[in-house]
């Protein structure tokens, strides 16, 4: 499964920005998939998750309230709502996928790049 993220870019403190994540292939295998984020210098991180079947998401503290995960089954597409964004939300943006619950993730994206200014 080949994972293609786009919708990065450039946004203002406190403005909104969408990324998308499109699989390749069907999806009707895939349990998991999520964001991770990593910022200049500094590790990959989670951002949120959610589950393809029954649309539950479980998002990282620091962006709870702001980012929104969501799901199109049928274009096998994985967004993330991003708003009230701040500047150390300034990162590449990878998503991932997994086929199980019990494992890590096995499929990544190219990876967008989101950065916001002051």
């Known amino acids: 499964v080949q994972l293609q993220a786009s919708g990065g870019g450039l946004a203002q403190a406190g403005g909104s920005l969408r990324v998308s994540c499109t699989a390749s292939?069907?999806?009707?295998?895939?349990?998991?998939m999520g964001w991770f984020r990593q910022a200049p210098g500094k590790e990959r991180t989670f951002v949120a998750r959610?589950?393809?079947?029954?649309?539950?998401?479980y998002y990282a503290d620091s962006v709870k309230g702001r980012f929104t995960i969501s799901r199109d089954n049928a274009k096998n597409t994985v967004y993330l709502q991003m708003n009230s964004l701040k500047p150390e939300d300034t990162a590449v943006y990878f998503c991932?996928?997994?086929?199980?619950?019990?494992?890590?993730?096995?499929?990544w994206g190219q990876g967008t790049l989101v950065t916001v200014s002051s």
């Open positions: 959610i589950n393809w079947i029954d649309g539950s998401a």
């Open positions: 991932a996928s997994r086929g199980r619950y019990d494992i890590p993730f096995t499929y």
């Open positions: 292939e069907s999806t009707l295998s895939t349990r998991i």
